[in-house]
């Protein structure tokens, strides 16, 4: 990695970083937690630069980048976070480049991390019923609670896209939910005869109770009015599972796992299941194929002649 001149003050590469930032929301359009962790890893990317002498947007190199991530390796960073911190650099460099800020690109000649590709932990069918089953108070959190974990495991909706849905966004004589994804791509999920109940005993008995003028329109509300909140849903999850035995304390992205794992069991396409969880590349959804091991066995004792 090259050294020399100390880098430029922090206010400029702040500038950048800043610059880069609106670049992401505004352009790219990414979530707000997409935007955070990438702002974040450039503000450490350029930090590590000026600490080790390198200059100031020239120093900012192939080697300059290599040099960053072996020193988060060295930390004991996951594979995730440096496949993450990898993908980051690689973007960074490609809009400084686009902005005359680099002669090259060097992010080109970087090679991309892999992510291990492991599922968590999911429920079984039994747990999840079990999960599900309605409790027998009926006070407007026990309503709301139980119309989340519903409509969640119904629909394997993300948590930012439960908590961002409407009252209006619930079509109830089609069973089917709007829903907004990543990138602000909108699909329509269907959903069952329980997850209906449960959101329409939600909505007639209890969300009247909570609603106020800053409750605008959002289907889930906090118990002080407001649109429900990803913590929240989150301890609504683990409140429940944990009244469950044997079952694994799973987030809201586990009920999103365990309903696309027990759709695949059920014998559901993997294009279909791609279109219900939102996946851009079927690469994505086929993750969960190796769950349902138990069920190809199955089809091969039963149709192999020499099973």
């Known amino acids: 990695m090259p050294t020399g001149a100390p880098s430029q003050p922090d206010d400029e590469t702040a500038a950048v970083v800043a610059a880069f930032e609106r670049h992401l929301r505004l352009e790219r359009d990414l979530s707000p937690h997409t935007v955070r962790a990438y702002v974040t890893d450039a503000a450490?990317?350029?930090?590590?630069?000026?600490?080790?002498?390198?200059?100031?947007?020239?120093?900012?190199?192939?080697?300059?980048?290599r040099h960053w991530l072996a020193a988060q390796h060295a930390e004991g960073l996951s594979r995730a976070t440096l496949a993450r911190r990898t993908a980051?650099?690689?973007?960074?460099?490609?809009?400084?480049?686009r902005q005359g800020l680099l002669a090259t690109d060097p992010g080109l000649l970087l090679g991309s991390a892999k992510a291990p590709r492991t599922l968590p932990a999911v429920l079984d069918q039994p747990q999840a019923q079990a999960a599900l089953a309605p409790a027998e108070d009926t006070s407007p959190k026990a309503l709301r609670d139980q119309a989340i974990l519903e409509l969640l495991y119904a629909t394997g909706i993300r948590v930012s896209e439960?908590?961002?849905?409407?009252?209006?966004?619930?079509?109830?004589?089609?069973?089917?939910?709007?829903?907004?994804?990543?990138?602000?791509?909108?699909?329509?999920?269907?959903?069952?005869?329980?997850?209906?109940?449960?959101?329409?005993?939600?909505?007639?008995?209890?969300r009247p109770l909570w609603a106020t003028p800053k409750s605008a329109d959002a289907l889930f509300l906090g118990t002080r009015g407001?649109?429900?909140?990803?913590g929240t849903v989150?301890?609504?999850?683990?409140?429940?599972?944990?009244?469950?035995?044997?079952?694994?304390?799973?987030?809201?992205?586990?009920?999103?796992?365990?309903?696309?794992?027990?759709?695949?069991?059920g014998g559901a396409d993997l294009r279909s299941v791609q279109e219900l969880l939102g996946h851009s590349s079927l690469n994505t959804t086929q993750i969960y194929t190796?769950?349902?091991?138990d069920r190809l066995r199955a089809a091969y004792r039963q149709a192999h002649p020499r099973a």
Do not use: M, Y
């Open 88 to 97: 980051c650099a690689r973007t960074f460099t490609a809009f400084c480049h």
């Open 44 to 65: 450490s990317l350029l930090r590590h630069l000026r600490e080790a002498g390198g200059v100031w947007p020239a120093g900012l190199d192939i080697d300059a980048l």
């Open 226 to 230: 407001g649109r429900i909140d990803p």
């Open 162 to 206: 439960l908590c961002s849905l409407d009252v209006d966004d619930v079509d109830r004589t089609r069973h089917v939910i709007r829903v907004v994804g990543k990138g602000r791509k909108e699909r329509t999920v269907p959903f069952g005869l329980p997850a209906l109940r449960a959101v329409d005993l939600w909505c007639v008995n209890a």
């Open 290 to 293: 190796h769950v349902s091991i």
């Open 234 to 265: 989150r301890r609504v999850v683990h409140t429940r599972l944990r009244q469950v035995p044997g079952a694994p304390d799973l987030s809201p992205h586990g009920l999103r796992h365990s309903a696309a794992t027990h759709l695949l069991e």
